[in-house]
């Protein structure tokens, strides 16, 4: 018995069937990804029709049996001309049923990835086709990956149902071996051991490939050099960002008069503007009426309680959310809008590159880096995929920048490495690696401990020194104090008071304002 297993196992007859099921299930696995994922995009359309269609076709692909699509597909379709040899209406069948599947795969992958993704890719004026490829992509993998491996091998198995329209794969080989034989154990267990390699192959396809897309595993080299070394093996070499000396950390200032040269407004005129601004989320105004303007080179800080509409103001300006009414101006130009006969204001299409024309720097409360990239490669995106950096123009500018904020020892770390303060610093400096004409803060500290806050303030004095136009929300009213030009405070959508950091924080007019201060001192010193 053992001698005839191993003599089916090398049979060329059996092992040329398997070869067609791999080709099957090849094809139509790229086929299937291909189709999947224009399914899983039309899936999360915003559009209702191009949605339903896509939802339709997989619940109609997934809720009727394989079997009796490869039977359409082979003996109906003919009746009205169309035509398929048995091999080619195997790969169609089995590519529009994998499509089903694996956009459903795709799309929970996409959806597993945080939304702040997205967004801080979108403030950095990358369109979303590029923000698809580059930044949710390759995170969703990590999701996506093993449920995409079983799908694989459920397919290089299920290519035994092609049988039934007469493809002459492994097991319809097999079938026709033992009805000459009738060695039922011999045969099927060598078809069976082919199957288990095949499908072993991608089990080990799939290790590799959620090696690569684990941003999240931590480096083991440490476990490896304690067992070289306890065998007696020399230590590899260090890796260059050990050995090489830690380059020259420059003042925030003079780095950034070099990287955004004439972008850093000097004089008085107006850098932002708003003009009657409102949002509302159904029912709910945000922001009722808000005029405000930045100078070239002014350091706005915006105070609040929390739901005043703050974050959503600034969000606004970016173009990060839609205006309901009025209008915003960045250095003049509106962001995503045109002006059409009448006066008003309606979005452009390309939306991506008005904000990259408009060179608006973003820091977010949460970081919102880029997981999946180190700290290098956080800095480096947007210059290279956005604006056309050569990669080495890229990495001299990040390289200055990194070490300007403290984290030129970091630049291989991912951003789950890093301490809160670290992160908050790194997404300053990805903000300034598109030299920003003006920096907008989204409580760039409220997320961090007490002991962190500070240098990421000491970065933010920086950027002021260097005259960077920049628009801060926060709650730290000893940081307002010394770096605001202005200051606005801001409760139920409106603007209640604004002046320089004595008027308001020291001789505050509105009762609002005082109360606010005061459960703002008594916070902080709870805290102390």
Same mark, same amino acid.
């Given at each position: 018995?053992?001698?005839?297993?191993?003599?089916?196992?090398?049979?060329?007859? +059996?092992?040329?069937?398997?070869?067609? &099921?791999?080709?099957?299930?090849? +094809?139509? %696995?790229?086929?299937? *990804?291909?189709?999947?994922? /224009?399914?899983?995009?039309?899936?999360?359309?915003?559009?209702?029709?191009?949605?339903?269609?896509?939802?339709?076709?997989?619940?109609?692909?997934?809720?009727?049996?394989?079997?009796?699509?490869?039977?359409?597909?082979?003996?109906?379709?003919?009746?009205?001309?169309?035509?398929?040899?048995?091999?080619?209406?195997?790969?169609?069948?089995?590519?529009?049923?994998?499509? &089903?599947?694996?956009?459903?795969?795709?799309?929970?992958?996409?959806?597993?990835?945080?939304?702040?993704?997205?967004?801080?890719?979108?403030?950095?004026?990358?369109?979303?086709?590029?923000?698809?490829?580059?930044?949710?992509?390759?995170?969703?993998?990590?999701?996506?990956? =093993?449920?995409?491996?079983?799908?694989?091998?459920?397919?290089?198995?299920?290519?035994?149902?092609?049988?039934?329209?007469?493809?002459?794969?492994?097991? @319809?080989?097999?079938?026709?071996?033992?009805?000459?034989?009738?060695?039922?154990?011999?045969?099927?267990?060598?078809?069976?051991?082919?199957?288990?390699? %095949?499908?072993?192959?991608?089990? *080990?396809?799939?290790?590799?490939?959620?090696?690569?897309?684990?941003?999240?595993?931590?480096?083991?080299?440490?476990?490896?050099?304690?067992?070289?070394?306890?065998?007696?093996?020399?230590?590899?070499? &260090?890796?260059?960002?050990?050995?090489?000396?830690?380059? =020259?950390?420059?003042?925030?200032?003079?780095?950034?008069?070099?990287?955004?040269?004439?972008?850093?407004?000097?004089?008085?005129?107006?850098?932002?503007?708003?003009?009657?601004?409102?949002?509302?989320?159904?029912?709910?105004?945000?922001?009722?009426?808000?005029?405000?303007?930045?100078?070239?080179?002014?350091?706005?800080?915006?105070?609040?309680?929390?739901?005043?509409?703050?974050?959503?103001?600034?969000?606004?300006?970016?173009?990060?959310?839609?205006?309901?009414? /009025?209008?915003?101006?960045?250095?003049?130009?509106?962001?995503?809008? $045109?002006?059409?006969?009448?006066?008003?204001?309606? =979005?452009?299409?390309?939306?991506?590159?008005?904000?990259?024309?408009?060179?608006?720097?973003?820091?977010?409360?949460? @970081?919102? +880096?880029?997981?999946?990239?180190?700290?290098?490669?956080?800095?480096?995106?947007?210059?290279?995929?956005?604006?056309?950096?050569?990669?080495?123009?890229?990495?001299?500018? &990040?390289?200055?920048?990194?070490?300007?904020?403290?984290?030129?020892?970091?630049?291989?770390?991912?951003?789950?490495?890093?301490?809160?303060?670290?992160?908050?610093?790194?997404?300053?400096?990805?903000?300034?690696?598109?030299? =920003?004409?003006?920096?907008? @803060?989204?409580?760039?500290?409220?997320?961090?401990?007490?002991?962190?806050?500070?240098?990421?303030?000491?970065?933010?004095? /920086?950027?002021?020194?260097?005259?960077?136009? %920049?628009?801060?929300?926060?709650?730290?009213?000893?940081?307002?104090?010394?770096?605001?030009?202005?200051?606005?405070?801001?409760?139920?959508?409106?603007?209640? $008071?604004?002046?320089?950091?004595?008027?308001?924080?020291?001789?505050?007019?509105?009762?609002?304002?005082?109360?606010? +201060?005061?459960?703002?001192?008594?916070?902080?010193?709870?805290?102390?």
């Amino acid at each position: 018995m053992p001698t005839h297993l191993l003599g089916y196992l090398t049979s060329w007859f +059996l092992l040329q069937g398997a070869l067609l &099921a791999l080709e099957i299930a090849g +094809l139509a %696995m790229v086929v299937g *990804l291909i189709l999947g994922l /224009g399914l899983a995009l039309l899936r999360l359309s915003r559009s209702a029709i191009l949605s339903g269609i896509a939802w339709f076709y997989i619940w109609f692909m997934r809720g009727t049996p394989l079997l009796l699509q490869l039977v359409f597909i082979f003996d109906v379709l003919p009746a009205v001309g169309l035509t398929f040899g048995t091999f080619t209406t195997a790969v169609v069948g089995f590519s529009l049923n994998e499509a &089903a599947f694996t956009a459903e795969i795709i799309r929970g992958g996409i959806v597993s990835v945080n939304r702040s993704q997205s967004i801080a890719a979108s403030a950095l004026g990358m369109p979303p086709l590029l923000t698809l490829r580059r930044i949710i992509l390759p995170q969703a993998m990590r999701a996506i990956l =093993p449920a995409l491996a079983n799908q694989t091998i459920s397919l290089i198995k299920g290519t035994s149902i092609a049988s039934v329209i007469f493809v002459n794969e492994l097991t @319809f080989r097999a079938e026709q071996i033992v009805a000459q034989n009738f060695r039922f154990f011999e045969v099927f267990a060598a078809a069976g051991m082919i199957y288990l390699a %095949m499908t072993s192959a991608v089990a *080990l396809a799939q290790l590799g490939a959620e090696r690569r897309f684990d941003f999240m595993r931590e480096d083991r080299g440490g476990l490896r050099q304690r067992l070289l070394a306890a065998i007696g093996r020399p230590r590899p070499p &260090a890796p260059e960002s050990e050995t090489h000396p830690e380059p =020259p950390r420059e003042r925030l200032p003079t780095l950034i008069a070099s990287i955004c040269r004439d972008l850093v407004g000097t004089d008085t005129d107006p850098c932002v503007v708003c003009r009657n601004v409102q949002k509302a989320y159904g029912a709910r105004e945000v922001l009722k009426s808000v005029d405000m303007t930045v100078h070239s080179g002014e350091v706005v800080v915006i105070m609040g309680p929390s739901g005043s509409g703050k974050s959503t103001l600034l969000r606004l300006i970016n173009h990060l959310e839609p205006l309901d009414w /009025g209008e915003i101006t960045v250095h003049g130009s509106h962001v995503g809008y $045109e002006r059409v006969p009448g006066g008003g204001l309606r =979005p452009i299409r390309k939306l991506a590159q008005a904000r990259a024309r408009a060179r608006i720097g973003m820091v977010f409360q949460h @970081f919102n +880096l880029f997981d999946h990239l180190s700290a290098l490669d956080n800095v480096t995106e947007a210059p290279v995929t956005v604006y056309g950096q050569s990669p080495d123009n890229a990495r001299g500018v &990040a390289t200055r920048l990194l070490a300007a904020v403290g984290l030129s020892r970091h630049a291989s770390h991912y951003p789950h490495q890093l301490s809160g303060g670290q992160q908050q610093r790194l997404a300053i400096a990805r903000a300034l690696a598109v030299s =920003p004409r003006v920096m907008l @803060f989204d409580e760039p500290t409220s997320a961090l401990d007490p002991e962190l806050v500070g240098e990421v303030l000491a970065v933010i004095r /920086g950027l002021a020194e260097a005259g960077m136009t %920049m628009i801060i929300v926060t709650h730290e009213v000893g940081f307002a104090r010394e770096v605001a030009d202005r200051i606005l405070f801001m409760d139920g959508g409106v603007i209640v $008071e604004q002046g320089d950091a004595e008027q308001v924080l020291d001789r505050p007019v509105h009762e609002r304002t005082r109360r606010f +201060l005061r459960m703002v001192s008594k916070t902080e010193e709870a805290v102390a």
